[in-house]
Every structure is written in C-alpha cells, then in structure tokens.
C-alpha cells in the first residue's frame, strides 16, 4: 500500500502562520445573482492582503460579507477561530474588525479632531448619545491627538472635515477606524481618485497602520498593489481565480487574460 498522497490546499487557503480572517465556501445571491461563488480564503496575520479583479468581480460584496454588512446565502466567515458573519457589523467590530468605506463617511461639519471624539465614544463609557455636548468628549482628547499623529492630521486637527482635500478624508477615515483599535482593519478602494502625491501619502500610511495588524485591501491601482501587499487574491466572477505573492499572480495566465492584460508582460 502506498503512502497517503499529500493534497494541496485550495486556493486561498494557506498554511504557516495563524489565520487571522478566514471566509469559508462564501456564497451571496441576489434574486437569482450569484455575487460570490464559494470562495474560500485564508488571510494570514499580520500580512497586508490585496483582493483585486476587474469590476463586476465581487470585490465589494466579499468585503461586505468579512465585514458583517451584508449575510452570506450560505459558507462561513471567521475571524481568529470565531465565526462572525452571524453578528452585527457592531459585535465584529468589537471583536477587532473594522473597515472603511469606498465612499467618504466622515461628518463634514465637525472638525477633524471631533470626528474621533465622536468615533472613540463608541468604545467608551460615555453615554452613545448624538445630543451628549462634545466638550464631555475631551477626556478622549489624548487618545485622539495620538491617532491624529499617527495618521498625520495633527496640524488639521481643527479643520471641519468638508474642508480636507480627498486625500485627507481618506487619512481622517482610517484614523475613525484606529479608533476601534482593529486587529484586522479592511480599507476599500482607499487611493481611489488621487492623484501620485496623495497615493504616496496613503501608501505610506498603510505601511504604518499594518504594524502589529493585519490589512486587506481591494486596490485597483496594481502599482499600489505590488508595492504594499505581501499577498494578493484575484477574483473574477464572484469566484476565486488565483492567490499567491503579485509575482506569482501576476505570471498566472488566466489572471494576466481576466484582468492585467499586457501588465503581465512588463
């Protein structure tokens, strides 16, 4: 009798370091369209994961169903062992997941530092009340001038949010999830729109929040992409087509026909 043949595992799925947020055979119809057909994926700790494809690709929904805000037809999303896509986007938030949006979110008539006050409260005692006067909110104050350094607003701190340029908003939304102190934090599109100095800024400003975390990102800019992911999925068609570091990725031929064309040949 021959020794038991060793399998690969499937694409997506990794060996080696622990697992920090894992989708398992994640399905999500809508009235007969299937937006994701059973992916499986594994994104290591402490690893900045990039999720790219051309649009149309389930990018938005898989990001949608890691984070909560939208529930699987059928498979299972965990993080660190615990399955959370039967939580509220709140209840995954505590448990060290948070996101950012494709979308500005911030409040456009507070300022930059009010912004946080009002994110840190959630994580407080203070009582998660709209009309609670924001010099209560003060006691947080060292809390969000760290975040604020650390994200490189402190000299804006005082500057109403509709006042920052793109590129701001987008440092202030990452900053607004650093207050949920995330283990793993999930950025959407977050260099879309820029222009070469605010994707450097943004970029830099990855590599710092990764440290001590774990980041996935869907990116369209392969620039972006090659320079900060450690690995890189590809979907098409709501489905996993390929996984691996952006060499491996983008050598592959059904990603450089789907989706990197004559990039593949560079």
């Excluded at 990001?63 to 039967?86: A, C, H, M, Y």
């Excluded at 409040?107 to 840190?120: D, G, H, I, Q, S």
């Excluded at 060292?142 to 005082?158: N, R, Y």
Aim: proline share 5%; charged share 20%; hydrophobic share 40%.
């Amino acid at each position: 009798m021959t020794a038991q043949t060793q399998l690969a595992p499937p694409i997506g799925v990794v060996n080696g370091p622990s697992v920090a947020l894992e989708a398992r055979n994640l399905i999500k119809d809508f009235r007969g369209f299937r937006a994701t057909n059973d992916v499986t994926l594994a994104i290591r700790e402490g690893e900045i994961h990039a999720i790219i494809g051309p649009n149309g690709a389930g990018k938005t929904t898989l990001f949608n169903l890691l984070s909560g805000f939208l529930k699987p037809t059928s498979g299972e999303v965990r993080l660190f062992g615990e399955r959370i896509d039967t939580l509220p986007p709140h209840q995954i938030v505590r448990r060290g997941l948070s996101r950012s949006f494709q979308i500005s979110s911030v409040f456009p008539t507070m300022t930059v530092r009010e912004n946080l006050l009002v994110a840190l409260q959630s994580r407080s005692r203070l009582p998660g009340q709209f009309w609670t006067p924001l010099s209560r909110l003060e006691t947080l104050g060292p809390q969000a001038d760290a975040i604020l350094a650390d994200v490189g607003l402190a000299d804006s701190h005082a500057r109403l949010a509709a006042d920052l340029s793109h590129g701001e908003k987008r440092q202030l939304e990452i900053g607004i999830s650093l207050t949920q102190e995330p283990r793993v934090l999930l950025l959407d599109e977050p260099t879309s729109g820029m222009g070469s100095e605010g994707i450097d800024r943004v970029k830099a400003l990855v590599r710092q929040v990764a440290q001590g975390r774990t980041v996935v990102l869907v990116e369209h800019n392969m620039s972006v992409v090659s320079e900060l992911a450690d690995r890189i999925t590809v979907l098409q068609y709501g489905s996993l087509l390929a996984s691996g570091s952006y060499d491996e990725v983008r050598q592959d031929p059904r990603v450089i026909e789907a989706y990197l064309g004559d990039e593949g040949d560079e």
